[in-house]
Every structure is written in C-alpha cells, then in structure tokens.
C-alpha cells in the first residue's frame, strides 16, 4: 500500500478545490498546497482532506441522522462475519481477486473504505475519520490527481449518494485509463441510513450509471442473491413488529434457522438468468476508455 508521503512525492495527493499539488509540513502535522493558501490538517496521521463546504459539513455532522429503531446492526454484523462471505457469488468474488493483479505500488481506492480493510495494498477513503480510514475526503471532490489512480472498489457507498453520477464522474477523472472500478450496490435491502439513504440499484440502473460517465462495461451480475434478500428482509420486519425486548432474540432465531436450511439453494438460484431481478446485491466491473 502506498504511504500517504509516497503518494506526495509522486503527485498523487491534490487539493480538492484548485487541484494543486500537496506537500507535506515540516512537522508532518499537516498537508498544504505550495502557496500555503490551503491546509489540511492530519489527526493519528490521516489527512483530513475536505473541501469545507456545506455539502461536505452536512455529510459529516451526523447528528440529525436517523436513529435505528432497533438493534438490528448488532446481528447484521454477526451473519456478515460468520455467513455473508459464502453467500457471496463467485464471479464477484472473482471480479475481486483481480485486486491482487496489481503491484504493490499501485494506487487503488476504496471509496467508503474502513472499518474493514479489505485488501493489504488498499487505501482507504472516506468521509468520516474511523478505523482503518486513510484519508478523509469526500466522494464528490477526491483529493488526486487527474489520471493517477489504478483501480477502485466501491461497495454499498452508491445508495448512500444523492448524486450518485457526480461521484462517478469523479472516479473517472482520477482513474488512469484502462484502470477499473469494480463497485457493489444494494438492490433488495432495507433502508439503513449512513447518514441517508437515497436509492437502491436494478443491475440494469447499476450498468447504466457507469455506462452514462463513458465506461466501458468488462462484467457484471449478482453479487448477493436471491435467498438472502428474502431471509435479511424478513430479519428486518421481524425486528420492527416485536417489543423491543424480543427484536433481537426472534430475528436472530429466525436467521440461524433460515440460513443454515436455505443457504445452499443460492448456490443454484445465482445461476438463473432472472437471479439479478430478486437478489440483495448487484455487481459491475467497468473500465475506463
């Protein structure tokens, strides 16, 4: 993975307004352009790389967010460790194991990146400074250059964006040519605000996004399918309709049970030519032209 201060010596890192280059202080506490006329400041080493604008302070001042009824997070995290991983197709999983075809020098983004970290060589950016995040910038005004970029991975960060084209327009200006995007997007889920939720993606809105912005479509399909749409949305209105006392104990029971009996039959509904019409999850790989 590329060093914040490695990607200042190759003229990665621009301010997001002017696109001039960043340097980084004497002291290392923060990064600024040549003129000083603009300054980021660094927290635990993270650049805070946001244009100030009411859009960006709106996006990160969370506390009008809408507040989860329930704890119904709690047991998503639980079925995503022990059980999303293999309910995941494995076209997706291998549109994803193509990250591993780059150098370890290469420039790749995760757009919405962290807790998690998904890949050792991965940079993760995103608008709110957690762990794992490397940069803090916003989805609208990436602080790179223009064609510097490898490859980016994008995943559950379009539904959350009011202008998801803008967002992509962006990456396309950053992405080096023939460099891709491989982005994940919900099609059945509930709404989860983070801080909002906008839309979901048919994958024939998924392809057209990319496709409207000039790219060029390598692959695409379901990434998540049709069982465990059905399973996580009836988790969700199970977690609604009890007392708050029994919206944890009842949905998971119901997962457990659902998921162990069931899981199997994705293996083969995933192959089915209408999969893409019922499933959680939709992928596209694209390249840039």
Avoid at 54 to 77: A, C, W, Y
Avoid at 205 to 234: Q, R
């Amino acid at each position: 993975m590329l060093s914040i201060g490695k990607q200042i010596e190759k003229g990665f890192l621009v301010c997001p307004r002017s696109k001039n280059p960043l340097f980084l202080s004497e002291d290392g506490k923060y990064l600024h352009t040549a003129d000083q006329s603009s300054q980021y400041t660094r927290i635990n080493g993270c650049p805070i790389i946001l244009p100030g604008n009411s859009q960006i302070e709106e996006i990160v001042d969370r506390k009008d967010m809408p507040e989860n009824p329930n704890n119904i997070k709690r047991t998503l995290k639980v079925f995503k460790k022990y059980l999303f991983t293999n309910f995941q197709t494995r076209t997706s999983k291998q549109a994803f194991a193509r990250f591993d075809d780059y150098s370890d020098d290469a420039l790749l983004l995760v757009i919405g990146g962290g807790p998690i970290r998904h890949h050792k060589n991965m940079i993760n950016l995103n608008i709110q400074l957690i762990k794992n995040v490397d940069i803090v910038a916003d989805a609208y005004n990436l602080p790179y250059n223009d064609n510097c970029v490898d490859a980016i991975f994008i995943d559950a960060v379009l539904e959350h964006l009011h202008n998801p084209m803008v967002a992509i327009m962006e990456m396309r200006r950053v992405l080096k040519k023939g460099g891709r995007i491989l982005s994940m997007t919900p099609f059945l889920q509930f709404y989860h605000a983070d801080p909002n939720h906008y839309q979901n993606l048919t994958l024939a809105g998924h392809e057209h996004y990319y496709k409207s912005c000039g790219f060029k479509i390598v692959e695409s399909g379901v990434c998540v399918g049709p069982t465990y749409a059905l399973i996580m949305l009836n988790m969700k209105y199970l977690s609604l309709i009890f007392p708050r006392f029994l919206n944890i104990i009842i949905p998971v029971i119901y997962g457990l049970i659902t998921m162990i009996i069931f899981k199997p039959m994705d293996l083969v509904l995933n192959k089915k030519e209408w999969a893409h019409t019922l499933c959680s999850t939709t992928f596209v790989l694209v390249e840039k032209q």
